[in-house]
């Protein structure tokens, strides 16, 4: 009989507790359209336990919880490290085996187990806050498919710490989970629609706002209205634009410091110099009373720590309410002395409070809000959308007005200025008959002078060109010497030959006649060869000296300029045997001929290359014999145009000369050693064929002059 006894008894506990579970646990019978929010049945214990994702385990031991709530509501969740959510499921039969989805919004780092198996991490869950990242989801779907009716959720969770949470359009929600069919998750959204589009055509509205009148600032500045209205319209663009970024931040961290930045500073700049730009224009004297409200608006920025709940109104709402109130105060007494539109600003400033009123009532809860059959628009967003922008658009149209009577008035001004101008005209035409005869006296003798300095420029000019000439012709005699010592010596060997061939006919050695006849046709052939190449020579010398006709011709650069190095060269030894210079040269071979005119071109190498060898001969000169001077001629091209490199291992250019080595008759030569046209007159003519002389130089290493020439 006990036995009986005790067997009923334990039926009847085991029966209880069963009961029991079942109504702790959340029944899923049907899907409606938005799903189902698992907002009841939330178990909640501190810490972090593996098992307690398992199924089996009893946690009936646990505090119930709403996760559904904004987290500093939820103490106990803030001050745990690590911590645990548990949720017992009853799923109906028409919904197992069904592909059904979950969608999460929250501000902890969370993984989600179903049945003791992870289904979905979101940011990292750690028991070292310094490596917790709070990751916001935002309802993005996951799929999810239950196969036996009893099911337990399990989130294992942590609270990124010191983060500053701040109650604003989007709340700091613990956890929200919602189970809804594949179809009805993708439609479900945290934001509305148009929530995004109003932001990017307030970003654009005030933008264009702030670009438009800080311009009439530039052209206007004694109304600083307009500056002050262009910072509060520049505010409230950014903020919009950076809000749409805001609005798609997954990181927690980032979106609440982000908050700060947008939802805080920006907003109150907003408001602040709004109500600076009306009372610089109604009132202009900042008394105790704008120091007063600017001060609140600054500080009012520190209430959205030290109060929650109310921060958002007396951080936000609050502000703006006043700063709107003093500002048609202000407006209201400039419309009752008579200054010009203030009535617009009055009724701007009275839309602002009266639609922002009612605005708050709807945000507060106290006024139900109604669907106007717009997609996206309510009867609250109207209202919020025209109080937003009735101050604004208000004052811009004021400040636009106040922009167009200051023109009005300066266009007066200038009238009367134009009449004044008239009456002294007369005075101004007996003073102009003066300066004239005083200008044509002095024109006459300026032109005099110019004459002259035209002849002197002339003469000197020429000196220059028969300078090169003389180093040249040294150069070409020294070139010259070469070939006719040839003729010279070939001429003296064939009579020679001829009475060798004269004795071998007499003697009828016909066969040494005819050895001695083929040497004799192969130095004629020699001869030829250097006759040739001194008239090649005097040629040259004779292209040189003549005046250019200035007529461009298809030439070899690169002989061209390879011949006049060594004329050049050859100049400088024949007036001091013992200059010795290691040249070197790189032609670039694609170059081919390019269309110049060789005569000016043949001066600009010929001065170049006479820089360059006095630069050497003054090092050496100072270094005596412990050095090598040597020159590199490199030639490249570039696209459509070609560049000829001097480079020289010389004294360098003074840095305080660099700028001034192709003015006319500026020199860094002794007095009598150099006229300073010789670079002068080389970047006048590089130019004028469309190409540039440009020099790079470190003081006593060297310098490298760079001719530029187009290929056409």
């Avoid at 109650?167 to 809804?180: C, D, E, G, K």
């Avoid at 070409?476 to 006919?505: K, R, W, Y």
Wanted: charge should be neutral; proline fraction near 3%; hydrophobic fraction near 45%.
């Amino acid at each position: 009989m006990r036995k009986q006894l005790l067997i009923v008894l334990l039926m009847t506990v085991c029966g209880f507790a069963s009961a029991q579970d079942i109504a702790s646990a959340i029944h899923l019978n049907k899907l409606p359209a938005e799903g189902i929010l698992l907002e009841k049945g939330w178990k909640f214990h501190a810490g972090d336990k593996p098992e307690w994702a398992n199924p089996e385990f009893d946690d009936s031991q646990w505090q119930d919880i709403n996760p559904t709530l904004e987290l500093p509501y939820l103490p106990q969740m803030i001050k745990a490290s690590v911590g645990w959510l548990r949720i017992e499921l009853r799923v109906d039969s028409s919904l197992l085996h069904k592909p059904l989805a979950f969608q999460v919004y929250q501000s902890v780092a969370s993984e989600i187990y179903l049945n003791g198996e992870l289904l979905k991490r979101y940011g990292t869950v750690s028991a070292n806050s310094k490596k917790v990242n709070a990751y916001q989801p935002m309802y993005e779907p996951v799929g999810l498919a239950f196969k036996e009716p009893n099911q337990v959720l399990a989130v294992r969770f942590s609270v990124e710490q010191d983060i500053p949470y701040l109650r604003t359009v989007f709340p700091y929600t613990a956890f929200r989970m919602r189970i809804n069919d594949v179809e009805g998750a993708g439609q479900f959204n945290r934001t509305a629609p148009l929530l995004p589009v109003m932001n990017a055509v307030y970003t654009g509205i005030f933008l264009i706002l702030s670009f438009i009148h800080l311009g009439l600032f530039f052209v206007f500045r004694k109304q600083k209205a307009n500056l002050y209205f262009s910072v509060a319209t520049l505010s409230v663009g950014v903020s919009n634009g950076f809000f749409l970024d805001i609005m798609n931040a997954h990181d927690i961290a980032y979106r609440a410091y982000a908050l700060i930045f947008d939802w805080i500073l920006l907003l109150t700049l907003f408001n602040l110099f709004l109500f600076i730009a009306i009372h610089h224009l109604f009132s202009g004297k900042r008394d105790v009373y704008f120091w007063v409200i600017v001060g609140y608006s600054l500080a009012s920025v520190a209430l959205w720590w030290v109060f929650y709940e109310a921060g958002e109104f007396l951080a936000f709402m609050l502000p703006f309410a006043i700063s709107m109130l003093a500002a048609l105060r202000i407006a209201w007494l400039g419309y009752r002395r008579g200054q010009r539109d203030a009535g617009i600003i009055v009724a701007g400033t009275s839309v602002y409070l009266i639609f922002y009123s009612v605005f708050t009532l709807f945000y507060q809860g106290y006024i139900s809000d109604v669907d106007i059959g717009i997609s996206g628009f309510s009867l609250a967003s109207v209202v919020y959308h025209t109080a937003n922008l009735s101050v604004p658009i208000t004052l811009s149209f004021y400040l636009a007005k106040d922009f167009a009577f200051t023109s009005k008035e300066l266009e007066d001004k200038l009238d009367q200025v134009q009449q004044l101008s008239i009456e002294k005209q007369q005075i101004l035409i007996s003073q102009k008959e003066t300066l004239e005869q005083q200008v044509t006296q002095r024109t006459a003798q300026l032109k005099q002078s110019l004459v002259e300095l035209q002849s002197t420029q002339a003469q000197l000019v020429q000196r220059e060109k028969m300078a090169s000439l003389g180093e040249l012709t040294a150069g070409i005699a020294h070139e010259i010497q070469n070939p006719l010592n040839f003729v010279n010596n070939f001429s003296e060997i064939n009579n020679e030959l001829i009475d060798e061939l004269t004795e071998n006919i007499g003697n009828g050695q016909a066969a040494e006649a005819k050895t001695v006849a083929i040497d004799v046709r192969e130095n004629n052939k020699k001869i030829n060869y250097h006759g040739r190449r001194a008239d090649a020579i005097v040629k040259g010398m004779l292209q040189h000296a003549r005046t250019s006709t200035g007529e461009k011709e298809l030439t070899d650069i690169n002989a061209l300029v390879d011949e006049y190095l060594r004329l050049t060269y050859q100049g400088i030894r024949a007036k001091d045997n013992t200059f010795n210079v290691h040249l070197h040269t790189d032609f670039d071979n694609s170059i081919g001929k390019i269309s110049i005119v060789p005569q000016d071109i043949e001066r600009v190498l010929v001065n170049v290359f006479n820089n360059a060898f006095y630069s050497l001969q003054q090092k050496k000169k100072q270094l005596k014999g412990t050095y090598e001077p040597a020159v590199s001629i490199l030639s490249k091209r570039f696209n459509d145009k070609i560049e000829i490199h001097v480079k020289d291992n010389g004294t360098g250019i003074p840095q305080e000369a660099i700028d001034k080595i192709f003015q006319p008759f500026f020199t860094t030569k002794p007095t009598g050693e150099g006229t300073g046209l010789g670079l002068s007159l080389s970047y006048d003519i590089i130019k004028a064929q469309g190409g540039q002389l440009r020099v790079e130089t470190k003081e006593v290493e060297g310098a490298t002059f760079i001719i530029q020439l187009p290929l056409v």
